[in-house]
């Protein structure tokens, strides 16, 4: 029979574009999060990250936004390339001296040449 | 720099059989964390040592399962004995201890338990 697994939501952005990866997370007690980058084959590869004191820190070509009134932080790709294709998880840390962190269920992205 | 250094890479197995797999972390990180990652239930915590001394092992399945670390750059994950809904990607990552530090994967074991 089919198996059923989970259904990765799928961002579809043509090369050259901007891409906004979305990502809600439900504890207002979070204080650290982590956007990570899985390709097919490997580990988690650690993009951005973000402390709760901040609501916007920037990479090279990547940025990531944190809106903690509604709990909500994203990740901007500019001028998305193929090798940007993977799946991307948000993480949180849920506050404390623990480094233990709540990973999301991934967002799908493909870039389309 | 190396990263995270997991090995075997793939391991295919009969299911009763006695699965170990082994992870070096990061140089000077002392926190270090397995994972498992399925299709069905996504990258889940499995357990995480910090400074050599498991602090959360609430994520291990059952008591098949078991995580050592006996020293700062070496640790296993055994199954035994191991069963076909064991197969799945199992991740080692480690980060520097202190609190909001990212962890830094490996690239993972692919089992399969036949």
């Known amino acids: 029979g089919e198996s059923v697994g989970l259904h990765l939501p799928t961002l579809s952005v043509q090369e050259g574009d901007n891409s906004i990866i979305n990502c809600a997370y439900s504890?207002?007690?979070?204080?650290?999060f982590i956007w990570y980058k899985q390709e097919s084959g490997k580990g988690p590869q650690f993009i951005i990250d973000?402390?709760?004191?901040?609501d916007k820190r920037q990479g090279q070509r990547v940025t990531v936004l944190l809106n903690k009134t509604v709990k909500h932080l994203s990740l901007q790709i500019a001028a998305t390339q193929p090798g940007d294709s993977a799946v991307y998880f948000c993480?949180?840390?849920?506050?404390?001296?623990?480094?233990?962190?709540?990973f999301g269920t991934g967002t799908l992205l493909a870039v389309q040449p | 720099d190396a990263g995270v250094i997991q090995s075997p890479r793939h391991e295919v197995t009969e299911m009763g059989q006695e699965v170990t797999l082994r992870c070096k972390p990061i140089?000077?990180?002392?926190?270090l964390f397995w994972y498992r990652q399925t299709m069905m239930r996504g990258l889940e915590l499995l357990i995480y040592?910090?400074?050599?001394?498991?602090?959360?092992d609430s994520g291990m399945p059952e008591d098949r399962f078991s995580a050592k670390m006996p020293n700062a750059s070496f640790s296993t994950l055994k199954i035994q004995p191991s069963e076909p809904r064991d197969s799945a990607v199992y991740f080692c990552a480690s980060s520097s201890g202190t609190a909001n530090q990212p962890q830094h994967f490996g690239d993972g074991t692919r089992l399969s338990i036949l």
């Open positions: 993480a949180e840390n849920r506050g404390g001296a623990t480094n233990k962190l709540i």
């Open positions: 140089s000077g990180h002392n926190s």
């Open positions: 040592f910090n400074n050599n001394v498991p602090i959360d």
């Open positions: 504890n207002s007690a979070s204080d650290y």
């Open positions: 973000i402390r709760s004191n901040m």
